[in-house]
């Protein structure tokens, strides 16, 4: 069973082989590889919560049980040719000389950023490439461990850039089976629990304790170790409280320079951290997952609370709430830093873990297949700093953002400051780790829909492949057969997403019965044989949603749809394929629409489109909308934005215009919350 559910390890073994990382350790000679494959905690080994932690309502698959096929795997490849493949050749940053390879450079948080993302991509792509750049970062961590415990460059004692080495180290031991994690993270948190009463959380750390209680609690499930908990729970008494944050929220509206003390050459004042986008996206698992060691239903409950807030006071359309770089209100010409998209994406995967609500898959789907590549370049060489769902300019200048500076929406290497250029590597492949979940009734979850590949033990430990094919999130029919080494009973877990009312699932061809709800998981549970199908039907209707000053946003399934403006690309840095980009309009981009609210359907055409560009590009558009519109000589630019988006309805006496829109993801330039005229 082992040898045939590990489709993954021969690759590893054939790629550790080769390059003979870890020495003694896994380069072993064939004869033996079938020792290291048992003591690799295999794809099929679900580890779930030990006592006395609290049950989560579903459990994570360990790195590599998913492998990304159709559009999502192309998209993986184009970021393995982009800049994740090839940033260390090009960025000093994260060059030979990084400190986290033992040089005198950068030692603080960009060397484990960039290898949250590499880890996870090389294993999923099963590229060897990758799998030698990975191993040679990790193997100067495994190998430089100090006499006390301590991890990482000794340049400093920071502990924020350790907690994002730990996500990493957990994620490469999945993947890897590598004997040396384990043993080097409990030398570490000894280390930590004997100094941190000496030495706090203190700056990042004290605001981001609830990254390093992910991999506190990955440890915990692995050795029972009750010295890990006491730790978890210092770390909580020393963090920043983010739950009464939330109870007593004061960040209402945009923030300034001014109202939060900023000044510059000194240290952020508690404010600004507090109202600080990367913060706040990373604190939205603050409660849930102290909650799974608190044992509290309210910590793991007050996690609804804290994003309807974020929702009310600085919701955007493309899923994520505004902070350029702190909290800036609900106009869609503000802008979301790149690392609070990933962060958020991270969070959302945690929590859907812990509580299974199928809202926060929805809510998942809805920032990757929109906010993530709607901020980097087709070719994934460039990414901006903030992006705006109103973005009509992308220009090195001052705009209206609450603390950022001028070149914050360029697309280029480095915009604004470095830190999205080594963290934005993780959004797309951890995406593919959290597809699917395991059930604690030894059962499969759907989580995201896309195309894909999923092999884990069910049941009493069956073996079994589920192959997902789809063209979801541009369409809506998805197929899943099932592929078990012998026939096993299983319950099946199907999100069914808020906006699928009416949606239809057939297994075998026969409509299940029992009632289809959206907003929930739909349960299918029987026994599976080898070549069981099942096919699933979301009615991707368009849908009209209204945001600031009464807009109207164009939905269809999870992607949000806006106007491309045919954009014009002038070099402001010459690097190769990572030169430093402006953007400006060659058309128009201030128009209401003429719609049909009740009957979108009515005043708005959908048209198919068949391609095989990647796939949130214009040219790789699978999707496009017509409709018609007006322009609005009123709405003018303001600080090289959209200005203010004018109260809805309103009246144009321009001619009707014929209008396309097109994936969030794939318009740099885009319009996407529109006025709407009074009579369409
Ligand atoms: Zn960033």
């Known amino acids: 069973m082992v040898t045939w559910i590990r489709q993954f390890t021969p690759v590893y073994l054939a790629f550790v082989a080769a390059v003979g ?38 459990d994570l698959l360990p790195l590599g049980a998913i492998t990304p096929a159709g559009w999502l795997r192309q998209q993986l490849e184009v970021q393995a040719a982009g800049l994740t493949g090839h940033i260390d050749e090009i960025w000093p940053d994260l060059g030979p000389d990084s400190g986290w390879l033992g040089g005198a450079g950068e030692a603080w948080e960009r060397g484990p950023y960039f290898l949250d993302g590499l880890i996870p991509l090389a294993y999923e792509l099963k590229d060897p490439a990758l799998m030698t750049k990975a191993s040679r970062w990790v193997e100067w961590t495994l190998t430089h461990q100090q006499p006390s415990g301590q991890i990482g460059p000794t340049k400093n004692d920071d502990w924020w850039p350790r907690m994002v080495m730990l996500k990493v180290l957990t994620q490469y031991q999945e993947a890897t089976g590598d004997a040396r994690v384990i043993p080097l993270m409990q030398r570490y948190f000894a280390f930590q629990a004997q100094e941190i009463d000496k030495h706090p959380l203190f700056e990042w750390s004290k605001y981001r304790w609830q990254d390093e209680l992910v991999s506190v609690v990955w440890l915990y499930n692995r050795t029972g170790d009750p010295k890990l908990l006491d730790l978890a729970r210092r770390l909580h008494s020393q963090g920043y409280d983010w739950r009464r944050q939330f109870e007593h929220f004061p960040f209402t509206a945009k923030q300034t320079r001014e109202s939060l003390g900023l000044k510059t050459g000194s240290a952020n004042p508690d404010i600004a951290m507090q109202s600080h986008g990367v913060n706040n ?38 899923g994520m709430f505004s902070a350029d770089e702190h909290f800036a209100g609900p106009d869609p010409s503000q802008g979301i830093e790149l690392c609070a998209v990933v962060e958020a994406m991270f969070s959302y995967e945690n929590i859907e873990a812990i509580l299974g609500d199928a809202d926060f898959g ?24 903030d992006q705006q769902p109103n973005q009509i300019k992308c220009t090195r200048t001052d705009r209206q953002w609450s603390t950022n500076g001028p070149e914050s929406n360029l697309f280029g290497l480095e915009p604004n400051f470095g ?49 997902e094919e789809s063209d979801y999130p541009f369409e809506g029919h998805v197929r899943l057969t ?26 075998n061809g026969k409509n299940v019965v029992g009632r289809i709800e959206a907003g929930t998981f739909y ?19 368009l849908r009209v949603t209204h945001w600031y000053h009464n807009s109207v946003v164009i939905e269809r399934g999870p992607l949000v749809y806006a106007l491309a403006p045919t954009p014009e690309w002038s070099k402001l840095k010459d690097r190769g394929p990572a030169s430093d980009w402006e953007v400006r309009p060659s058309t128009p981009w201030n128009y209401a629409l ?40 009123g709405w003018t630019v303001v600080e090289e934005s959209a200005g203010p988006l004018p109260m809805s309805p309103v009246t144009s006496a321009e001619p009707e215009e014929s209008l396309t829109l097109v994936p969030y993801g794939a318009a740099k330039l885009r319009i996407t919350a529109f006025p709407f005229l009074s009579s369409p």
């Open 21 to 58: 990382v870890g020495a003694g350790q896994t380069a072993a000679p064939p004869a033996v590889h079938t020792k290291v494959i048992a003591s690799a905690p295999a794809a099929d080994a679900v580890v779930r919560n030990r006592a006395p932690l609290r049950r989560n309502k579903f």
């Open 281 to 318: 996206a990373m604190a939205l698992k603050a409660s849930p997952v102290w909650g799974s060691i608190s044992g509290q239903a309210a910590d793991v409950e007050a996690v609804h609370e804290q994003i309807q807030i974020l929702d009310r006071y600085h919701g955007l359309p493309n």
């Open 482 to 507: 099932v592929e078990p080494q012998s026939t096993v009973r299983f319950p099946l877990r199907l999100r069914v997403p808020a906006w699928a009312n009416g949606t239809k699932i057939r297994a």
């Open 362 to 385: 929805d809510r998942l789907e809805r920032i990757a297949f929109n906010a993530l590549p709607g901020t980097l370049t087709d070719d994934m060489w460039a990414h901006q700093y």
């Open 594 to 633: 003429a719609i049909d609210e009740k009957h979108p359907e009515r005043s708005i055409d959908v048209v198919q489109r068949s391609s095989k560009g990647a796939p949130f590009s214009m040219d790789g558009t699978r999707i496009a909308l017509h409709l018609h519109g007006r322009r609005l000589p």
């Open 523 to 541: 349960t299918l549970d029987r026994d599976w044989h080898s070549g069981d199908h099942i096919d699933i039907d979301f009615p991707m209707l």
């Open 419 to 467: 830190c999205c250029t080594a963290n934005m590597h993780q959004g797309w492949p951890k995406l593919v780790e959290t597809l699917w979940m395991a059930t604690p009734d030894g059962g499969l979850a759907t989580v995201v829909y896309a195309p894909n590949e999923v092999r884990t033990v069910v049941g009493k430990g069956i073996a079994v492949k589920l192959v």
